[in-house]
T-cell receptor, first 110, second 119 residues
Framework: GQNIDQPTEMTATEGAIVQINCTYQ??????LFWYQQHAGEAPTFLSY????GLEEKGRFSSFLSRSKGYSYLLLKELQMKDSASYLC???????????FGTGTQLKVEL | DTEVTQTPKHLVMGMTNKKSLKCEQH?????MYWYKQKAKKPPELMFV???????INESVPSRFSPECPNSSLLNLHLHALQPEDSALYLC??????????????????FGEGSRLTVL
């Protein structure tokens, strides 16, 4: 089985940097994904890590440590439109199954 | 075309009704998924189809019946649902399943969902 945990809520200021953590315990691992979901909309893909280290993509970066079962999503230069739910998801070794974490609701304030 | 299209966007049904949710993608993806999402909760996997064959059923009650008529289409047939089945039903597709090497991350592309209300 898989157990994936994230903080429930976070608040940050426009223009600042925020780090959203994700810890996981899985019986098999074949990659970790971060998705963004605005209220009432579909999740959209942000980033993917399968090897340890940092992946950078514009204002978003994601880090993975497989030995620690730990990932984070770093959002820089926060904008109001970044207010959304951020979902960490782990793919199983067979590659068939993507399981989502509890999700972090981020609120960006002026 | 990088879209996953779901119909209907909204559906209200009684507990004795039979209805279907439909999903379509034209990205040549060979894996398709149904997820259920309740308010303020993450999506929960229901079914996975790989190469038009059901590969995962997450112990979903039989009142939900998936169907994959071809590689572009995925249906979810609904019958005798309960009010607690009211949720957003998300369809997704990906390039495939199994081990994938970068740059093919195999990320899921989601449709906008069908919001189901069971009275």
């Amino acid at each position: 089985g898989q157990n994936i945990d994230q903080p429930t809520e976070m608040t940050a200021t426009e223009g600042a940097i925020v780090q959203i953590n994700c810890t996981y315990q899985t019986s098999g691992f074949n990659g970790l994904f971060w998705y963004q979901q605005h209220a009432g909309e579909a999740p959209t893909f942000l980033s993917y890590n399968v090897l340890d280290g940092l992946e950078e993509k514009g204002r978003f970066s994601s880090f993975l440590s497989r030995s620690k079962g730990y990932s984070y999503l770093l959002l820089k230069e926060l904008q109001m439109k970044d207010s959304a739910s951020y979902l960490c998801a782990v793919r199983d070794r067979g590659g068939n199954k993507l399981t989502f974490g509890t999700g972090t609701q981020l609120k960006v304030e002026l | 075309d990088t879209e996953v299209t779901q119909t209907p966007k909204h559906l209200v049904m009684g507990m004795t009704n039979k209805k279907s949710l439909k999903c379509e993608q034209h990205m040549g993806h060979r894996a398709m998924y149904w997820y259920k999402q309740k308010a303020k909760k993450p999506p929960e996997l229901m079914f996975v189809y790989s190469y038009e064959k059901l590969s995962i059923n997450e112990s979903v009650p039989s009142r939900f019946s998936p169907e994959c008529p071809n590689s572009s289409l995925l249906n979810l047939h609904l019958h005798a649902l309960q009010p607690e089945d009211s949720a957003l039903y998300l369809c997704a597709s990906s390039q495939g399943t199994g081990l994938l090497l970068t740059p093919n991350t195999g990320e899921l592309f989601f449709g906008e969902g069908s919001r189901l209300t069971v009275l």
